[in-house]
């Protein structure tokens, strides 16, 4: 498995606040919030970014978004309303390159940027 910090919060090898797991996602609260309720969905499987996921498994991206909308009904997001965002190679602003879903809430939209 590739060595970026995203996979060492997978394999255990550093701490993180995982509020989310199954057999094909986890999440975690990202350590440099964009907003008061910042939450990462990263698939287990390695891309490193949108465009290496092969058009033959979207399921992989539609797992990404199932998780982080179920963990926002759980957390009573649902109602008030959230963002997801997927960010793509460095002009679009990732920065960690395993492909991840950043959920974020908590306040209105408009009053928080969306980061890598």
């Not at 996979?7 to 990202?30: S, T």
């Not at 002009?91 to 890598?116: E, K, S």
Request: hydrophobic share 45%.
């Amino acid at each position: 498995m590739p060595d970026t910090i995203f996979h060492k919060i997978m394999r255990r090898e550093i701490p993180a606040d995982i509020v989310f797991e199954d057999d094909h996602v986890i999440a975690f609260r990202d350590i440099a919030p964009q907003a008061p309720v910042h939450v990462l969905f990263v698939p287990k499987r390695d891309f490193a970014t949108l465009n290496d996921v092969p058009a033959s498994e979207p399921e992989i991206i539609g797992r990404l978004a199932v998780a982080a909308a179920a963990w926002a009904k759980a957390q009573g997001f649902d109602e008030d309303g959230y963002r997801v965002v997927m960010n793509c190679n460095g002009d679009g602003g990732q920065t960690v390159f395993q492909i991840h879903l950043h959920l974020l809430a908590g306040a209105p939209l408009g009053r928080f940027g969306t980061t890598a």
